[in-house]
């Protein structure tokens, strides 16, 4: 994604927002980028930001014994560090929540929605963030193309594409883009032209002390390839065919790349757990010789009229195109379907399961659910859903010493019901680590 300020969600209809920050780590001779700030805007709230301090050794909260910033509306918060650790601060009477641990998460009770993303350093690239994700809750009203709970009618868009609809690629405008090409370099053209801030006006960002917006603006730099082909044997070996592990393996050793598969090891657990599209298990062993039976299952908050079910396409990650038809798994409304079970008083859940065989660790399969009504799927409703990691192949070694588990999120973080978080997993434009 190359460096600077971007732009991650915002919406065509009014002021709302997200941005992040992008830094650049590593060799001279290749490109990779962490995040370390991340800001919200939203119209009769706070603009809110945490971003990691350059160079300010007081006023931050240390987690991981990385210096994290809070900004609220610009100014720096001087009293609330050990409150923010110690079970969290309630900001604008109670509408905004802020916490903050091995996770950093950002509330608005009001709409069921939160922020959230992971904190953690490695000796190569030092701090950074990482899993940032936004979850909200769908509200269906019986419609048969549900609308979203969240910015109702609004049109968002941004680096990772929208949460509300299958386009991936959009112009800096929200127009729809076709990217044919997915190769490093053009995703990359993509990012830095559409979606790299080029003026401090267009920043919602505020600056610590001593720096600007010009110490974070690169987006003119080229694109400059890592050649994972200098990967060393032991690297090879960890990573397999995994991209991001290979990267973070030649910029910054062995044990970055190991940091790198526990981050996203631990991604891939808590998305099982609490999406609202579900693999399970997503995380295979790979050279098992015998396919990997996952189950796969859609869960809804509320029952939405005339939902007959929904189509299972694989996806290709190469092309960015929709495959074939893998599956359906229908309600038990109609006649002869028994896959679908409803669970309580409104909660519906369609499942079925599909057998996946990995011939090499870090293999990613790909998948998108489409809502069926009779025969008829409903390519432009809410609920088209896309996994572009939905499961992904370890070695079998390292699923059994890798050790996730401090990576995760809190409990206390998650929805209590099954949520929509964006992006779903791992973007086809994360070009970074």
């Not at 350059?54 to 609330?80: F, K």
């Not at 009477?93 to 953690?120: K, T």
């Not at 038809?325 to 229908?330: K, M, T």
């Amino acid at each position: 994604q190359g460096e600077g300020e971007f732009v991650l969600l915002k919406s065509r209809d009014s002021t709302f927002q997200i941005q992040a920050r992008f830094r650049s780590v590593g060799p001279s001779d290749g490109m990779a980028s962490v995040t370390t700030g991340i800001a919200i805007r939203d119209e009769g709230y706070p603009t809110i930001q945490f971003s990691l301090a350059e160079r300010a050794e007081s006023n931050v909260v240390m987690i991981n014994n990385c210096p994290l910033q809070i900004y609220i509306d610009g100014m720096l918060q001087t009293s609330m560090t050990e409150a923010v650790l110690n079970g969290g601060v309630d900001v604008d009477n109670g509408r905004v929540r802020i916490q903050a641990s091995r996770w950093g998460r950002l509330e608005y009770p009001e709409h069921r929605l939160s922020l959230n993303f992971g904190i953690d350093r490695s000796t190569a690239f030092g701090c950074f963030l990482f899993g940032e994700s936004l979850d909200y809750p769908i509200s269906y009203g019986g419609a048969v193309t549900p609308r979203p709970g969240y910015r109702s009618g609004e049109r968002l868009y941004g680096l990772f594409g929208s949460p509300y609809s299958s386009q991936i690629f959009f112009t800096s405008e929200g127009e729809a883009l076709q990217l044919t090409d997915s190769s490093p370099e053009a995703t990359y053209k993509y990012c830095t032209e559409q979606f790299c801030l080029q003026s401090e006006d267009d920043s919602i960002f505020t600056y610590e002390d001593g720096m600007s917006f010009a110490n974070f603006s690169n987006c003119e730099a080229p694109f400059s390839p890592i050649d994972l082909g200098s990967a060393s044997t032991e690297v090879l070996d960890l990573c397999g065919r995994d991209v991001s592990c290979l990267t973070d393996g030649v910029v910054g050793g062995f044990d970055s790349a190991v940091l790198t598969l526990e981050a996203q090891l631990a991604e891939d657990i808590q998305r099982a757990s609490s999406s609202a599209l579900r693999f399970d298990p997503a995380v295979i062993p790979a050279f098992a010789g015998a396919p990997t039976v996952v189950t796969v299952t859609v869960e809804l908050v509320s029952v939405i009229e005339d939902l007959t079910g929904f189509a299972l396409y694989e996806m290709d990650s190469e092309t960015l195109m929709q495959g074939t038809q893998v599956l359906s798994f229908l309600s038990p409304a109609g006649s002869g379907f028994s896959d679908g079970i409803v669970v309580g008083d409104v909660d519906l859940v369609y499942s079925g399961e599909v057998q996946l065989t990995s011939n090499l660790a870090g293999d990613v399969f790909a998948f998108r659910v489409v809502p069926v009504i009779g025969e008829v799927e409903i390519n432009l409703s809410t609920l088209v859903m896309t996994a572009w990691s939905a499961v992904r192949s370890y070695s079998p070694v390292l699923i059994s010493s890798l050790q996730p588990s401090s990576l995760l999120m809190p409990a206390s973080y998650r929805s209590p019901v099954p949520t929509y978080s964006f992006p779903p997993s791992t973007s086809p434009t994360d070009t970074q680590r």
